[in-house]
């Protein structure tokens, strides 16, 4: 049984339509992460989740019990919220405390589980400090901590590491996943970030206008988006996805133009688009190499900007009719501003889009 049920969730704001019908299956233990541009109703979904909004049509279920009409704090759900939302006067120990105090808890109790959560999240040195005499990964952990005491169904998270710096930001997601691994439960993340999705998902939700774009393990939607909108949204740097049309068809291969003309024969699982068809080519800059050499064609690319990063390089070039092109090699790779580099295809790792941005089934 699932842990956490949506069905046909809906939620307006007025005219606005902040959730369109969403169908959700969360197992025990899973670690999910729901992403999407700002403004697609992540937030929307996570609140009307805990239950601090309440949904317009559908249904929730935690642990097969309908609970989209049980006040927030009866739901066995605990949030960390963006700006961690922590008692400026309390210490860290009465923060982390708070709510089972309200919920009249012995005191014993109350300090045991305050105790543990601190010795889990290494914060027991700070736990007489009040808020503004912590750091903003220590303000996180309380606020995790928080949520750990009162020993939660599920954790809802909404962007708990958007305020911190980018190390910090990388140290935190190992500590929640080692946390999720301690625990052994099922947690709810929300992110704009799909490096912190891919890493820590065991399941990626996409969310765009408040509908789901796809649901899928991080190698699902990074091997065989669903769309245009997925494969570009999941993989850094995007997806270079370049407007051309469908030359012929035929048994498992689409063959479509290049810029500059070349045709490019694409492997794919079925045809669902004809000769004549507009469609969209999908290639990763980390599939792209330079070089003659392999399968497939060759296309020209004059290099506007190189990024040397060490471990690997990034160039971006306009290729035929002015496209943008952006290609990531291992390495160094010295090439000057200007510089024409052939830019090498290999049609196995391409996509195919139809003109209404859907995938063409990849070969299995
Ligand atoms: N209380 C509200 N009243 C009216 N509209 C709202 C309300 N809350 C959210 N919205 C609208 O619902 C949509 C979804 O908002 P939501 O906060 O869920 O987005 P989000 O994906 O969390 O974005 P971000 O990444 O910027 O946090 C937006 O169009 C937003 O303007
Ligand atoms: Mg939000």
Same mark, same amino acid.
């Given at each position: 049984m699932a842990e956490l049920s949506l069905r046909k969730v809906t939620k307006q704001f007025g005219a606005v339509t902040?959730?369109?019908?969403i169908d959700l299956e969360i197992a025990h233990r899973e670690f999910v992460v729901i992403v999407g541009p700002s403004g697609c109703g992540k937030s929307t979904l996570l609140r009307v989740i805990a239950g601090l909004e309440q949904l317009t049509t559908g249904e929730i279920y935690v642990g097969g019990e309908a609970? =989209?009409?049980?006040?927030a704090a009866k739901r066995g759900l605990a949030m960390v919220f963006q700006n961690y939302?922590?008692?400026? =006067?309390?210490?860290v120990a009465q923060n982390m405390g708070f709510a089972l105090r309200m919920a009249k808890t012995p005191k014993s109790e109350i300090d045991s589980r305050v105790n543990q959560a601190a010795r889990i999240l290494q914060i027991e040195d700070l736990?007489?400090?009040?808020?503004?005499?912590?750091?903003g990964g220590q303000r996180q952990r309380v606020a995790i901590g928080r949520a750990i005491?009162?020993?939660?169904?599920v954790f809802l998270f909404d962007?708990?590491?958007?305020?911190?710096d980018a190390a910090l930001r990388v140290d935190m997601r190992v500590e929640l996943a080692k946390l999720h691994n301690t625990l052994n439960a099922t947690m709810i993340y929300v992110t704009h970030d799909q490096t912190e999705a891919m890493t820590m998902a065991d399941k990626i939700v996409i969310l765009r206008s408040g509908k789901m774009e796809q649901v899928g393990s991080p190698m699902e939607l990074y =091997?065989?988006?669903?769309n245009a909108f997925v494969g570009s949204f999941i993989g850094s740097p995007r997806m270079n996805i370049l407007p051309t049309s469908v030359t012929a068809v035929a048994d498992h291969t689409v063959t479509v133009e290049l810029p500059g003309g070349e045709p490019l024969p694409v492997p794919i699982g079925a045809a669902t688009v004809q000769a004549g068809d507009r469609a969209s080519l999908g290639m990763r800059p980390e599939h792209l190499t330079v070089g003659?050499?392999?399968?497939g064609p060759t296309i020209a690319m004059k290099v506007y900007v190189t990024e040397p990063l060490g471990g690997e390089t990034i160039l971006y070039g306009h290729v035929g009719d002015d496209q943008t092109l952006v290609v990531k090699v291992p390495g160094e790779l010295p090439v000057a501003t200007g510089e024409r580099v052939p830019v090498h295809i290999n049609p196995a790792s391409c996509h195919l889009f139809d003109d209404n941005d859907i995938a063409l089934p990849r070969q299995t």
């Open positions: 902040a959730l369109s019908d609970v =989209h009409r049980t006040p939302a922590l008692y400026p =006067h309390k210490t736990l007489e400090r009040k808020p503004r005499q912590l750091s005491v009162r020993e939660p169904k962007e708990p590491l958007s305020n911190l =091997h065989r988006p669903a003659a050499d392999g399968p």
